[in-house]
């Protein structure tokens, strides 16, 4: 079906060449049946005047060649008035009738003089009748005539023959006016019908040509709202098919495009803010490693001492103390390993890449490999997301970020023991919220939850293992981005929440 006309277009294509088309057949079946009205008539009777000329010629041939009382020539002559519809009739001049084709030749004889004397007096009108003439030379004249007594029209050609003979030839116009109008009425029925069919053809051969016309315009439109889902699938071998080729192209390379420039604003961006926060983050990276490595070097050092010292006597004790080490020689690791990735994002030296991926797939397979741990602690959790929801950001940062809060949403999971996952447009942005029931955030705590190695409870972090450096990678990750991201209260827990350039525009009706 054809798209959802824009509202900016004034005047359709699909409307304009159809009423084009049909306006052109309106105009030419018009002309043509008021040229059919207006000359059909005058064109009959001149070429029934050009019939009565070549018949005259004939017959003045035959005096010439002094064949006129042949045989021959009385079949010539019978011929000449069947195929005419002509009455003839020749008298010499002593007004003895030579040759006629008539069944009352005394009345054409009568017509003959009638004709003769009125020429002789300035062609007045004979009474009761009133002529045109058409043709009018020293061999003879022809005059469209019409007899008022009868209303009947006829067309005449009287004049001399060689020797001295006269003659005259009539033929009624009142059954060629019968057989104009009776055509005319034929011709009109005809026309009406060729624009009836030619109107219908004209609007089935407009939908053909403006149907793909009108999804490249919906196809371009899409593409001007950055949606490069939309393609022209169409496969015609013609200007069309290759126009449509063209612009699947074009979508191609404009995501491209757009996926490399933001690729490059968002380094220039991070690169004006390195070089300012160099120092500081430096300093305050060896601040809170050594904070953060004393306890587990702490712990190490007095286990391996006593372990030298002798303090543990049995097996199970030195087992105890050699485990000891070694989960805080991992939880050690575990820091470190983190710290380097917070380090390279906040240094500049992860390199970040904006691409359009499909924000709503990778949520799903990130909650599908969390699975096991979210059945383990009985926890139930629900998304709420389309089947299919593009954005832009760096596909692996941006999943890091949703495990880190859905991680966080499980570790900190209680009371009803629900996570809800909810994924929202908000303007020209995607919002994705990780809900988790439980204990809320103390509101004085809030402005420092994403700092490095900060832990609202020390306590219950250390139980699960907790570095105090996963929010602190999400904000470096979502400012590595420049995206909005934060953390909501709730009566019954807490939300976190972040925010993408949502990479599918409105979508106008399917083609």
Known sequence: MFCKKNKNIKYSISTELPLLIIGLLVVTVGTALLCNRLFMSDYYVSQKAKALVASYDLIKQATQNDTLDTEGFDDRLENISNRYSVEILIVDVNSNTLKFVSKDPDRLKFKLWDHLFLQSNDNAPTDGEEGEIIVNNSAYTVEVCRDMRSDSNYIELWGNLDGGDMIIMTSALDSIMDSVHIAN???????????????????????????????????????????????????????????????????????????????????????????????????????????????????????????????????????????????????????????????????????????????????????????????????????????????????????????NFLSNAINHCEGEKKIEIKVVTVGDHVRVTVFNSGQRIPEESIGYIWDKFYKVDKARTRKYGGSGVGLSIVKAIMESLNQRYGVDNYDNGVAFWFELDSARAEVGDDL
């Open 185 to 403: 009425t034929f011709i009109a029925y005809i026309l009406i019908g060729i624009m009836v069919i030619g109107a219908l053809l004209a609007w089935l051969i407009a939908r053909r040509i403006t149907k793909p016309v009108l999804k490249l315009a919906d196809i371009s439109d899409r593409i001007a709202r950055l949606d490069f889902n939309a393609r022209y699938t169409d496969k015609s071998n013609n200007e069309i098919g290759f126009l449509g080729d063209n612009i699947n192209k074009l979508s191609d390379s404009l995501e491209k495009n757009i996926s490399e420039l933001k690729t490059a604003n968002n380094e220039l961006m991070r690169d004006i803010e390195k070089k300012d926060r160099l120092e500081e983050q430096r300093k305050e990276f060896l601040s809170n490693v050594s904070h953060e490595l004393k306890t587990p070097i702490a712990l190490i050092s007095g286990y391996a001492e006593g372990l030298t010292e002798g303090i543990a006597s049995t097996k199970e004790d030195m087992d105890y103390y050699c485990n000891v080490i070694i989960e805080e020689a991992g939880k050690m690791n575990t820091i470190v390993a983190r710290l380097l990735t917070l380090n390279q994002l906040e240094y500049g030296e992860d390199r970040v890449e904006i691409v359009r991926f499909d924000l709503a797939a990778m949520l799903k397979n990130c909650i599908q490999s969390t699975e096991i741990l979210t059945k383990r602690n009985d926890i139930e959790v629900g998304i709420d997301c389309p089947d299919e929801l593009y954005a832009w950001g760096d596909e692996f940062k941006v999943e890091e970020v949703f495990v």
